[in-house]
């Protein structure tokens, strides 16, 4: 017996096309007469177009059409939606403004798009663009969450008075009101999530092409999700019935949540390309990623929590305002809600949690799900106050974790979830002992003799992963079901075809769900291919994100179990047995307890080969399908620890140690796994230390909008981190999986902070740590401490 | 148009170009090597990065005119008769890319790096790729594929 596969670091299948220059991005296709479009977008944040004139453009050098908002309402081209509703506490559906993809009296925030030219090369469109006279009426803008409902500020939608677009409520008010009656303690804290922008390194693009012939539409896109893409193209913006329009999104280098999305400009480029009669290409530059992504977090929170003399938490009130931007995107409205609330009783059992959270417009681009999507936002609270709890109580900060954590399960929090399996002690004592807790109080001892600071954070997170039950998020406003599709497809020499609809651009899923079919099979990985990314081969899929490829795998053991069953019928026709008797061993399928067996390629010959055994019985072939509904959310959960050293004389704060301990249930190939928990770890220590999206808040320009501005993590900014992982298998899914992809940016921010705050003894600090912000933050309490 | 001829990976070509095409749009459009890509627009990111005579270059940084002459090579170039180079072959070996879209231009830099530098150690390495994001790996398996792979490649010189 081979060492099983399904478990091991198997090396990736796909990297041999990536080391060589051979990968396939949306903007290394070219289609034969293909143009280019660039967009015109606002350089304001906020004004009304009074006149908008675009026949200079019209006839320069080089451009086939000049294309507006008044075009596509011609056409009858819809505006961008948001396909999750939230309702209100008062039972109000949400006040969503219309978003329509080219502007067309007015312009909400800067790089809002007016005008798309097409050329015959992206410097003569570029050119072109210049000639269009855009007359503006200014209008004052908001930029920041805790502004945008003043009765002064300036109302972006007519539909959402004060900015509002809802205000929501989740969790049992009156036990948490009463828990609040006389507490021993009070813990209050005021917070911001700094607004990020994602920054995947391929920048979006896209490809519209119309074939006259046929009718139909393909879009080629830097999409992580292209049936979704396809689904809200059709039946909600109306360029084309789907069996019209294939989307295909091949490699795609990178998301984080920002390309789920349908945007502005595929919808225009696929659109455009009828009108033009040419293939219409775009490729962002990184200057308009900044301006047209949408970004993630930008949170601001006041929150308390009760607890007992003996630390014992009683309850936790939370208010929230999220920043939407200037429109909702495409699961905006999702993000502060339902992924945010719902995690906000953390690990811990906490009989009461009330949360009212308001999402607001304001004159920036739109916020929408990055890599966490809520889950950092409610980690990093929760986190934060606990640990502020135990400095307050003067307790150690892994004992009060400890004294609260949920230890049976299944758990019911006051906020929907319900907890299926954990052991968060066990993640704690693991990550405890990689920092070498023990060792701490004589490193810092020791860091104070050369003059420097030491801290030390936690971090013991929990998120909800798997998205999701159908029902369940149907029931909270969805606007589509969250199941996944895969299906199976053997050869007659015995090589599988995967189809499925989860999308890797990343995550290596030609490996791992190539590892669940040879491990099944026997056969060698090589006879596998996984095909995703394009809804001409693919049947259905929800695509990648939350974490839910466990749901997408789950598909393809559900499929793969359909051909087996089928497998072992007709190789009992074949070996004259009985199906029962049938085993699939290494590769074999045997009549058990004899010699008589059919190896894998020989069963799918036979299965197609018909005269081998009764059709009427048996339909020839070996391809079988599966659509899987997740049973339940999946709740990956850890203890992330993070350990600084900061030079008090210029605030430079080092990370000198990073634990990461996560149980992610069962794991398919550890090494991307780890891999996987590296590059959310470097996101979230991103937002804690560099990263920060920064509008004027007078002008609404923003402020942040090249690499120049906008602090990336680079290699020398980042310590090498410790992972370890710990095991309880997640009852709701047959492989025991929870997922991984988002553990490491949702654990890590308030690791990081609660250690910068542990160094320097200040409660209130905003990320990024940045030297300056940590500078001050020491400088001020000396100059308080001096004044006292 | 003015014209430009270059060798790239060992191959005369040449175009006509206008004078404001940026040597990365030269091999990615003129010539279809698609495996050099663009992640930016202020030669932050390293995405782009290829060898002008045996030099580590950002090729958006560049004209194609500016390239005249030059001996170019591209992450198409690097691998000899389908194998990878050893540089390729560690990034493979200890997962040092995801999406892959940063890694050409990684993989040429490291390529320079270890040529530069035969003792690197894990600081050094860091340090030395300042010019080049990820967005994905948070660098550590890229740290250690370049390092493992400039101990074979110094193994291979002894
Ligand atoms: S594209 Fe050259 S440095 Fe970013
Ligand atoms: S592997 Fe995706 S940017 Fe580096």
Redesign the pocket.
């Known amino acids: 017996m081979t060492a099983p596969i399904v478990g091991a670091a198997i090396r990736r299948k796909e990297d041999f096309r990536f080391v060589t220059g051979n990968g396939h991005y949306t903007d290394d296709i070219n289609r034969p007469g293909q143009a280019y479009a660039y967009f015109l977008r606002s350089p304001h944040a906020h004004a009304k177009i009074k006149s908008l004139n675009v026949e200079a453009a019209r006839s320069a050098k080089g451009v086939v059409g000049v294309l507006t908002g008044k075009d596509l309402a011609a056409d009858k081209i819809g505006g961008l939606i948001c396909g999750w509703t939230i309702h209100s506490k008062d039972g109000s559906p949400m006040k969503a403004g219309a978003h329509p993809a080219l502007a067309v009296d007015t312009v909400r925030y800067v790089g809002d798009h007016i005008a798309v030219v097409i050329a015959d090369s992206p410097a003569l469109a570029r050119d072109a663009a210049e000639k269009i006279e855009v007359d503006y009426d200014l209008l004052p803008a908001v930029t920041t969450p805790d502004k945008a409902q003043g009765s002064d500020a300036p109302q972006l939608h007519a539909e959402a008075p004060r900015n509002t677009v809802y205000q929501w409520e989740l969790g049992n008010k009156k036990e948490t009101d009463a828990a609040f009656k006389s507490p021993a303690h009070v813990v209050k804290l005021k917070l911001t999530n700094n607004r990020l922008i994602p920054n995947a390194m391929e920048p979006r693009a896209a490809i519209g092409e119309y074939d006259q012939g046929t009718g139909a539409y393909t879009l080629y896109v830097t999409s992580q999700n292209p049936h979704v893409a396809r689904l809200v193209m059709s039946a909600f913006i109306g360029i084309a019935p789907e069996h019209k329009l294939r989307v295909v999104a091949p490699d795609v280098g990178g998301g984080f949540g920002s390309k789920i999305f349908i945007y502005a400009e595929e919808v225009v480029c696929t659109w455009a390309s009828k009108k033009v009669g040419r293939p219409v290409k775009w490729t962002a530059e ?1 200057s308009e990623s900044f301006l047209s992504d949408a970004h993630g977090r930008d949170h601001v929170t006041e929150a308390e929590m009760a607890l007992d003399a003996q630390g014992k938490m009683l309850g936790f009130r939370i208010k929230t305002i999220a920043n939407m931007g200037a429109y909702l995107s495409t699961f905006a409205s999702s993000v502060p809600t339902y992924l945010y609330g719902t995690l906000l009783s953390g690990q811990y059992a906490l009989p009461a949690v009330y949360v009212e959270v308001d999402a607001v417009y304001t004159n920036t681009a739109p916020v929408d799900a990055y890599r966490g999507a809520g889950r950092p936002e409610a980690t990093y609270l929760v986190e934060r106050i606990v640990e502020e709890a135990a400095r307050q109580l003067k307790m150690d900060p892994a004992e009060l974790r400890r004294k609260n954590f949920v230890r049976t399960f299944p758990h019911q929090t006051p906020v929907i979830m319900n907890y299926d399996a954990g052991d968060y002690e066990a993640s704690l004592d693991e990550a405890l002992k990689l920092i070498d807790y023990k060792g701490f109080p004589a490193r810092k001892v020791e860091a104070q003799k050369r003059g420097k600071l030491r801290g030390l954070g936690f971090s013991t997170y929990i998120e909800a992963c798997g998205l999701a039950p159908s029902a369940a998020v149907g029931s909270l406003g969805a606007g589509v079901g969250l199941w996944e599709s895969a299906e199976v497809r053997v050869t007659p020499t015995g090589q599988v075809e995967v189809f499925t609809g989860a999308h890797s651009h990343g995550q290596g899923h030609e490996t791992t769900f190539a590892q669940l079919v040879a491990g099944r099979f026997g056969i060698p990985l090589e006879n596998v291919e996984i095909i995703h990314g394009d809804t001409n081969s693919v049947q259905f899929g929800m695509g990648t994100y939350g974490s839910r490829t466990a749901v997408g795998m789950t598909a393809l053991v559900k499929a793969l179990e359909k051909v087996e069953a089928k497998a072992k019928r007709i190789a009992a026709h074949v070996l004259e047995a009985s199906a029962a008797d049938i085993v699939l061993e290494n590769g074999e399928f045997k009549v058990a307890g004899t010699d008589r067996k059919l190896a894998f390629h020989e069963l799918a010959l036979n299965a197609y080969t018909g005269h081998k055994f009764p059709t009427h019985e048996i339909e020839p072939g070996l391809k079988e399908s599966a659509f899987w509904d997740p049973l339940n959310f999946t709740f990956p959960a850890g203890c992330h620890i993070c350990e600084v050293e900061i030079d008090p004389e210029t605030g430079v704060t080092k990370i000198v140690a990073f634990v990461a301990v996560d149980d992610f249930g069962k794991v398919i190939n550890p090494m991307i796994v780890e891999g996987q928990v590296h590059g959310g770890v470097a996101q979230g220590i991103g937002q804690a230390m560099l990263e920060h999206g920064v509008y004027d808040p007078e002008s609404g320009q923003l402020l942040t909008g090249s690499y120049m501005d906008y602090t990336m993590p680079r290699a020398d900014d980042l310590p090498s981190y410790k992972v370890g992982l710990t095991e309880t298998p997640c009852p709701s899914n047959p492989l025991g999986m929870k997922g991984c992809g988002e553990a490491g940016a949702i654990a890590s921010p308030p690791a990081v902070i609660n250690a910068v705050t542990d160094a320097i003894g200040i409660k209130e600090f905003e990320m990024p740590a940045t030297p300056e912000r940590v500078w001050r933050a020491i400088n001020s309490t000396k100059h308080k401490s001096a004044a006292e | 148009m003015p014209g430009v001829s270059m060798t790239v990976n060992g191959k005369a070509v040449s175009g006509e170009v206008e004078a404001r095409t940026l040597l ?1 749009h030269f091999l990615r459009e003129n010539l279809r090597l698609t495996g050099t ?13 290829v060898h002008v005579n045996g030099k580590a270059v ?4 560049m004209l194609a005119l500016q390239a005249d002459g030059a001996q170019v090579t591209t992450i198409e170039g690097l691998a000899k008769n389908g194998e990878l180079h050893p540089v390729q072959a560690a990034f493979k070996e200890h997962h040092g890319l995801q999406c892959g879209f940063c890694t050409p ?1 990684m993989i040429m830099t490291a390529v320079d790096m270890i040529r530069r530098l035969p003792d690197l150690d894990e600081t050094t390495i860091r340090q030395q790729l300042e ?1 080049n994001l990820c967005r994905c790996t948070g660098y550590q398996n890229i740290v250690k594929a370049i390092h493992a792979a400039s101990l074979e490649m110094k193994g291979a010189r002894a």
């Not at chain 2, 663009?38 to 030669?43: A, I, L, P, Q």
């Not at chain 2, 950002?58 to 940084?61: A, D, G, L, Q």
């Open positions: 990184r | 990365v890509h663009v992640g930016c627009d202020t030669s932050q990111c390293g995405a782009c990065v950002k090729s958006c940084t231009g010019g």
